[in-house]
């Protein structure tokens, strides 16, 4: 490992760079939690409370982002700040990662290249970034694949470590499956490349190969998911885990409506209209490594570039904005690929001599990603009030009036009256809507299936929901309008209990609270 970093020690502006990037992603920490991050942390804090994930909560995900919620929970809390804090960690330590494996390898001939990149992939995503696309998988991915391909190229330079290195990137690349299995193309792509990369460029035999290299990375990418299975062979979960894995997701293709291709078109012209100058250079950097610059690090980074976007478009069941994300480092890097070759070009031929002419080249790319400073200029006034206020009740205040679309904290406010109320009922809720209702009032949730994804849910899944509700009989459901159109399409029987067992309580154009009935109440008290 010391052999793979040794000539790519830290400089000024490395620092200066890391400090900024930094800075960007501190602004974000107070942000709101999105509705899916709202799912997260009350998944997260089920475990917490000891309960098992897939048995006591479930969701259709695969487990990786429970478990880095549960992890940020437990070491710096259960809040937006903690949760986003992990979130930071993580890229800040992908920023030194991509500047000592863009300078151990020497892959732009001018070197402060290197050092710009954290700017133009860590940088970008906390200037762009929403509420929605904060810890997101497709953006805390980004750390474990880049670091699955460079343990990979490690190994290649090693000395004595390859088989260290190799085992610690089949790791990785485990990890990488544990939060999504679709991504498994990507870090397959990496392994091929750099094995293809010993056999015909560096002539090492079969045997070799397999023995110093290939033999350590299954080792590596076996660790977790054997201590996966055996977790949940212990759980007695390994049926419903093999469902949610392998059975339900090419369901939900068949069975469930999915976003129509003038949605994906949608997306199309939106990360356009958001990233345009650096795809316009990324899509000329990509050009460069297919034909003049076939370094083996760009060509895992235009592997990633092109089964990343094949993924996005294969995602069908949602195509939403923050997919995008899983993009972040190759077009940073493709991007940084064309500014290198035009620097060397400017310098071949003297352009920007003089300080006037500088000045100018400074002043055109500040305008280019005007949109990328102007939303870091926002985030950090937010964050200047949110350091300001004096007292958590006036810290929530400031994230609540967070103006942006996609802050639901107000919607879940202006709904929560009677969940606050020193004299409503203790005990634990369901709400058929944003899961963001369990955080803000501190309820936990009644049964395990969550109300966040009924949309989804499959014909046998409502009737474990009802079943689930007739059993745990929470105190108070919350229904959201838009959702009971959705439940009455979708199961009858569910608004049917509802209305049999719980009556309105409160009601607004948002939704409506429903309590269950004293009669039921006391049944229920008694059967728990």
Same mark, same amino acid.
């Given at each position: 490992? #010391?052999s793979?970093f040794?000539?790519?020690a830290?400089?000024?502006l490395?620092?200066? $760079?890391?400090?900024?990037? @930094?800075i960007?992603?501190i602004v974000?920490?107070?942000?709101?939690l999105?509705?899916? !991050?709202?799912?997260f942390i009350?998944?997260?804090?089920?475990m917490?409370?000891?309960e098992?994930?897939?048995?006591?909560f479930?969701?259709?995900?695969?487990?990786?982002?429970?478990y880095?919620?549960?992890v940020?929970?437990?070491?710096?809390g259960?809040?937006e700040?903690?949760?986003?804090l992990?979130?930071?960690?993580?890229?800040?330590?992908?920023?030194?990662?991509?500047?000592?494996v863009?300078?151990?390898?020497?892959?732009? %001939?001018n070197?402060?290249?290197?050092?710009?990149?954290?700017?133009?992939?860590?940088?970008?995503?906390y200037?762009?970034?929403?509420?929605?696309?904060?810890?997101?998988?497709?953006?805390?991915? #980004?750390?474990y694949?880049?670091?699955?391909l460079? =343990? @990979?190229l490690?190994?290649?330079?090693s000395e004595?470590?390859?088989?260290?290195?190799?085992f610690?990137?089949g790791l990785t690349?485990?990890i990488?499956?544990?939060?999504?299995l679709?991504?498994?193309?990507i870090?397959g792509?990496f392994?091929?490349?750099?094995?293809l990369?010993?056999?015909?460029?560096?002539?090492i035999? =079969?045997?070799?190969?397999?023995?110093?290299?290939?033999f350590p990375l299954?080792?590596?990418f076996?660790?977790? $998911?054997? $201590?996966?299975?055996?977790? /949940?062979?212990?759980?007695?979960?390994?049926?419903?885990v093999?469902k949610?894995?392998?059975?339900?997701?090419?369901r939900?293709?068949?069975?469930?409506p999915v976003?129509?291709?003038?949605?994906?078109?949608?997306?199309?012209l939106?990360?356009?209209?958001?990233?345009?100058?650096?795809?316009a250079?990324a899509?000329?950097?990509f050009?460069?490594?297919?034909?003049q610059k076939r370094?083996?690090?760009?060509i895992?980074?235009?592997?990633?570039f092109?089964?990343?976007?094949i993924?996005?478009?294969?995602t069908r069941t949602?195509?939403?904005?923050?997919?995008?994300?899983?993009?972040n480092? +190759?077009?940073?890097?493709l991007?940084?690929?064309s500014?290198? /070759?035009?620097?060397?070009?400017?310098k071949?031929?003297?352009?920007?001599?003089s300080?006037?002419?500088?000045s100018?080249?400074i002043?055109?790319?500040?305008?280019l990603? !005007?949109? @990328?400073?102007?939303e870091?200029?926002?985030k950090?006034?937010f964050f200047?009030r949110?350091?300001?206020?004096?007292?958590?009740?006036?810290?929530?205040?400031v994230?609540?009036?967070?103006?942006?679309?996609?802050?639901l904290?107000?919607y879940?406010y202006?709904?929560?009256?009677?969940?606050?109320? +020193?004299?409503?009922v203790?005990?634990?809720i369901?709400?058929?809507?944003?899961?963001?209702?369990?955080?803000?009032?501190?309820? %936990? !949730?009644?049964? +395990?299936? #969550?109300?966040?994804?009924?949309?989804?849910l499959l014909?046998?899944?409502?009737?474990q929901l009802?079943?689930?509700?007739?059993?745990?009989?929470?105190v108070?459901?919350?229904l959201? @309008?838009?959702?009971?159109k959705?439940v009455t399409?979708?199961?009858?029987?569910?608004i049917?209990?509802?209305?049999?067992?719980?009556?309105?309580?409160?009601?607004?154009? #948002?939704?409506s609270?429903?309590?269950?009935r004293?009669?039921k109440?006391?049944?229920?008290?008694?059967?728990?």
């Open positions: 490992m #010391n793979f040794k000539k790519s830290l400089t000024k490395d620092l200066f $760079i890391l400090i900024v990037v @930094a960007l992603g974000n920490l107070p942000y709101p999105g509705d899916d !991050q709202s799912l009350t998944g997260a804090h089920e917490a409370r000891g098992i994930l897939y048995r006591d479930w969701d259709f995900k695969p487990p990786g982002i429970f880095f919620f549960y940020a929970g437990s070491l710096f259960f809040s700040v903690g949760i986003h992990l979130e930071l960690i993580s890229w800040l330590i992908l920023s030194i990662i991509l500047i000592k863009f300078k151990s390898w020497k892959v732009f %001939e070197e402060f290249v290197a050092s710009l990149t954290p700017l133009f992939t860590t940088g970008i995503f200037s762009l970034c929403t509420v929605y696309s904060l810890t997101q998988v497709e953006a805390i991915i #980004n750390f694949l880049f670091t699955t460079a =343990l @990979a490690g190994s290649i330079k004595n470590r390859k088989f260290m290195l190799m610690f990137s690349g485990a990488v499956l544990i939060y999504k679709m991504f498994l193309p870090i792509i392994w091929l490349i750099v094995t990369h010993l056999k015909f460029k560096q002539k035999t =079969l045997s070799k190969i397999i023995k110093t290299y290939l299954t080792l590596g076996l660790l977790p $998911i054997v $201590i996966l299975f055996i977790y /949940f062979l212990k759980m007695d979960l390994l049926e419903i093999y949610t894995f392998f059975v339900y997701p090419p939900l293709v068949t069975e469930t976003g129509g291709f003038s949605k994906l078109y949608n997306l199309f939106w990360y356009v209209d958001q990233h345009y100058p650096m795809l250079f899509v000329l950097g050009f460069i490594v297919l034909w370094n083996l690090i760009l895992n980074i235009v592997a990633w092109i089964l990343g976007a993924i996005i478009v294969l949602s195509w939403w904005h923050y997919h995008t994300h899983l993009l480092v +190759p077009v940073g890097i991007f940084l690929t500014i290198d /070759f035009l620097w060397s070009a400017i071949k031929y003297d352009f920007l001599n300080w006037k002419e500088k100018i080249f002043i055109i790319i500040m305008i990603f !005007q949109p @990328a400073l102007r870091s200029f926002g950090t006034k200047i949110y350091v300001s206020a004096k007292t958590e009740e006036s810290k929530k205040k994230i609540e009036n967070l103006r942006s679309n996609e802050n904290y107000p879940v202006n709904n929560l009256d009677i969940l606050r109320n +020193p004299d409503s203790p005990g634990d369901y709400v058929v809507g944003v899961p963001l209702f369990y955080y803000l009032s501190g309820r %936990e !949730q009644a049964v +395990p299936i #969550n109300g966040w994804v009924v949309d989804l014909p046998e899944m409502w009737d009802d079943k689930q509700l007739n059993k745990n009989k929470p108070y459901i919350f959201d @309008a838009d959702y009971k959705v399409d979708l199961s009858f029987q569910t049917k209990f509802i209305k049999e067992n719980y009556s309105v309580v409160s009601k607004s154009k #948002n939704g609270i429903w309590f269950l004293n009669d109440l006391k049944k229920s008290v008694v059967s728990n």
